[in-house]
């Protein structure tokens, strides 16, 4: 079998498709199908430094990245038309990663003229709360391309049932839609870092009472909430402390620090970047409780990893998965407002015994449900029946 997957940007700080589609071709490889990437030279800011229009092999993957022509925002990459154009009859299926970019559109549009199947996994751009985001824009986009691009998909592939359930009906979609949760390798988390080792590179966390919030920083993750509960939190105990981790593509911390400084708490916040590898291994094992408040989340890799590394967390249930967490008491989920936010944030800090069964539980539900170890055969079954021409 020869499986090719598309996608805009591969680079490690968008997250997402970028560090998904990777780990699951390179678990395909694994079990003898040919997997190969398709995508853009995309960096967080310009362009990564990478051969062009020609493949790396990486863990078994050929991965080819095309030069972006015009509008980094939507990808157009003339190199990738004509790639798909000449090569995607090759391939047995092809698997697109997000929708209303230019990869996406033009994939499909391949496929459907070259006749090969083709699954969409929207990574939750089909969530309500974005599709009102530039929604007379999206309108007329899927008005002219998505609702084909859809419809005409062999599949839909949703990553948790959350996500099917706000989207396709909602859509209106004629394809079938299939659950199949992502992955992370969890072996990868079994051996931490010993304990203080992120402390000791940041003098102001000794000793103190640490949330971790890890991940984009973005208006969806609903920083807000999270600056307004932890601020009533510091009031109340001085031994709390905040840490902020993750990339910053658009001057989004600025309106953090805003927040934060208006609340009296700036100073029991550290903002650390992007934490990757050694260094967001030893977050993990020295944080106590991971929190995210986002206000939309289809999956959520952060949370998982947190999970496996057996952290209980603090979520939102705008989280796809929180059904999965909350069943498994591997965590306390709230409805998306900063006074219970806040007050699944107080429980837990309040309680030891609980934050350590949950710890447990959380690592125990990452390595069940969340592993691709797992979850790569699911796939590789909805895989095989729409190449038997069966509904998956």
């Keep these: 079998m020869k499986v090719l997957h598309v996608l805009g940007a591969i680079y490690p700080e968008r997250g997402g498709p970028a560090k998904v589609a990777p780990e699951l071709c390179r678990a395909l490889v694994e079990r003898n199908i040919e997997a190969s990437i398709y995508t853009t030279n995309l960096n967080i800011t310009g362009y990564l430094d990478v051969p062009l229009n020609n493949f790396v092999l990486k863990d078994g993957v050929r991965i080819f990245h095309f ?31 997000s929708l209303y970019m230019y990869h996406s559109s033009a994939a499909a549009y391949y496929c459907r003229k070259g006749r090969v199947p083709y699954i969409i996994r929207p990574h939750g751009t089909l969530d309500p709360f974005l599709r009102n985001k530039s929604r007379i824009k999206k309108s007329i986009y899927n008005f002219l391309f998505e609702y084909r691009n859809l419809n005409h998909s062999a599949a839909i592939h949703y ?29 990868e988390y079994a051996n931490l870092p010993e304990k203080g080792v992120f402390r000791r590179e940041y003098p102001e966390l000794e000793d103190k009472f640490l949330f971790l919030f890890l991940g984009r920083i973005d208006f969806k993750k609903g920083l807000d909430i999270l600056c307004k509960s932890f601020a009533k939190i510091a009031y109340l105990h001085p031994d709390v402390h905040l840490v902020i981790a993750g990339p910053d593509e658009t001057n989004y911390m600025a309106k953090v ?46 949370l998982v990893e947190a999970l496996a590394s057996g952290m209980p967390a603090v979520i939102t249930n705008k989280i796809n998965i929180w059904q999965e967490i909350d069943g498994a008491k591997a965590g306390l989920v709230t409805d ?13 800090y309040s309680d030891p015994g609980l934050r350590a069964e949950m710890g447990r539980n959380a690592h125990n539900l ?27």
Excluded at 69 to 95: C, N, P, W
Excluded at 257 to 271: F, H, I, K, P, Q
């Design 67 to 97: 030069p972006v022509s015009i509008s980094r925002k939507y990808g157009y990459s003339r190199a990738l038309s004509s790639k798909l154009k000449a090569t995607v009859e090759e391939f047995d299926l092809v698997h697109i990663h």
């Design 366 to 392: 990452a390595r069940e449900k969340f592993n691709w170890d797992k979850n790569v055969e699911l796939m590789i079954k909805v895989y095989q029946k729409i190449l038997n021409g069966q509904t998956p």
């Design 336 to 348: 998306c407002h900063d006074e219970d936010f806040m007050a699944g944030m107080l429980s837990l």
């Design 159 to 187: 990553t948790s049932q959350g996500e099917k359930d706000l989207a396709h009906k909602a859509m209106n979609i004629q394809s079938p839609g299939i659950v199949v949760p992502i992955g992370i390798n969890v072996d």
């Design 257 to 302: 620090n805003g927040w934060l400084s208006e609340l009296g708490v700036l100073d029991r916040m550290t903002y650390t970047g992007m934490l990757k590898g050694e260094k967001k291994l030893a977050a993990f094992q020295d944080a106590d409780i991971f929190v995210l408040s986002s206000y939309t989340e289809n999956f959520g890799v952060a």
